[in-house]
């Protein structure tokens, strides 16, 4: 069996998606694209696919990660090839590599994210910034399943910035835009959160709903306050040579000279 992990993006219109709506399709760009999906057992079997920490529905992604388990081979350049011609366009596989290490899940500890908020001036949302990290904890309250809960959003933030605009990205008012790092902790902090937190302690708020957007994931190096590229340990592992290819290995390599 081989394992494949994937890097999508979810742009666009296609944001509005939820994680149900994308399953679906995957699913159906794999039958598309002739992938020899490995299916689970029982009475009900469905494609082995694993998908890891998907974004809220109504944000965008460039770094939403899964993987697959084939029953036969496949080259992982090629294969990102057909299953990104069988997805509609703001689904994009951008990346696949043949998964050689354990653990994808376990190397995404944290996000970042780009948030832009139209009609906010930048100044305003340095100082909004500012007084957010000056604060030992954040309060804020989301509605869940169970009623609403309350919890520190100031914590998980490992990172936050307030800019403008690139200027290839000019608008017709006043917009910033934040940079936000944020740990993946339990209850999960999500960009919402953070924009509670910034109303709660400098009245940040921007008139029309924010623009959010993934830009990463992957582990979070302390030092350099950098996420890494989770996918990078299976590039560079060594692939290790199969039972067959040792075998023939062996069987021909020449014999010394005799005693």
Not at 27 to 32: C, H, P, S, Y
Not at 82 to 111: K, Y
Request: hydrophobic letters at 40%; charged letters at 25%.
């Amino acid at each position: 069996m081989q394992r494949i992990r994937l890097r999508y993006t979810k742009r666009g219109r296609l944001r509005f998606t939820s994680h149900r709506d994308f399953q679906r399709a995957f699913e159906r760009a794999l039958r598309r694209a002739e992938v020899p999906m490995a299916y689970s057992a029982g009475f009900t079997p469905h494609p082995k696919v694993s998908y890891a920490n998907a974004a809220p529905t109504g944000t965008g992604s460039e770094a939403e990660y899964l993987e697959i388990a084939l029953t036969a081979h496949r080259d992982p350049a090629r294969l990102r090839e057909l299953l990104d011609e069988s997805l509609p366009d703001g689904l994009d596989i951008t990346d696949a590599v043949e998964a050689r290490t354990p653990g994808l899940a376990d190397r995404l500890t944290a996000s970042v994210w780009e948030l832009r908020l139209e009609g906010v001036e930048p100044e305003g949302a340095e100082k909004a910034v500012a007084a957010f990290l000056a604060a030992e904890t954040v309060e804020v309250q989301r509605r869940t399943k169970n009623g609403m809960r309350t919890f520190d959003a100031r914590g998980a933030v490992a990172g936050l910035q307030a800019g403008c605009p690139q200027p290839d990205r000019p608008g017709d008012g006043p917009c910033a835009i934040l940079r936000l790092v944020v740990r993946h902790v339990t209850p999960a902090v999500r960009p919402d959160d953070v924009l509670s937190g910034l109303r709660a302690v400098a009245d940040l708020a921007p008139p029309v709903p924010a623009a959010v957007t993934r830009l990463a994931q992957g582990l979070f190096d302390e030092e350099s306050g950098t996420v890494t590229d989770p996918l990078a340990p299976d590039r560079e592992a060594v692939p290790a040579a199969s039972p067959t290819a040792a075998g023939t290995a062996s069987a021909t390599a020449p014999e010394g000279p005799a005693a």
